[in-house]
């Protein structure tokens, strides 16, 4: 399962970015959704994860500013980022975890896109 991520970009603080991930390749079925992201010097993060049932985790960081949504039948989770800081600055990845459907056989998956660059900066 591939996953594809779009929406980065250079952003002012107080500004806004809405970036979105979609899955692709084979059948399968995905149960949580989220967010990760990494800063120069850091270690990878989690910022939000959303479940098949619809249960949802922020990091306390960006609770009440970032909100995480999914498309289930186009396979897709957005985080929309408001209110964005200098400190959100990072590369973001998406995540997705799930089960992928062969001819003979089911297997788990956890797939991560490629990244997306975030930059917050006047």
């Known amino acids: 399962v591939q996953l594809q991520a779009f929406g980065g970009g250079l952003v002012q603080p107080g500004g806004s970015l809405r970036l979105s991930c979609a899955a692709s390749g084979g059948i399968f079925r995905i149960n949580a959704m989220g967010w990760h992201r990494q800063a120069p010097g850091k270690r990878r993060e989690l910022v939000a994860v959303i479940a098949s049932g619809g249960i949802i985790n922020y990091a306390d960081s960006v609770k009440g500013r970032f909100t995480i949504s999914r498309d289930n039948a186009e396979n897709t989770v957005y985080l929309q980022m408001n209110s964005l800081k200098p400190e959100d600055t990072a590369v973001y990845y998406c995540?997705?975890?799930?089960?992928?459907?062969?001819?003979?056989?089911?297997?788990?998956?956890?797939?991560w896109g490629q990244g997306t660059q975030v930059t917050v900066s006047s």
């Open positions: 995540n997705f975890g799930g089960i992928v459907y062969y001819s003979d056989y089911a297997s788990h998956f956890d797939s």
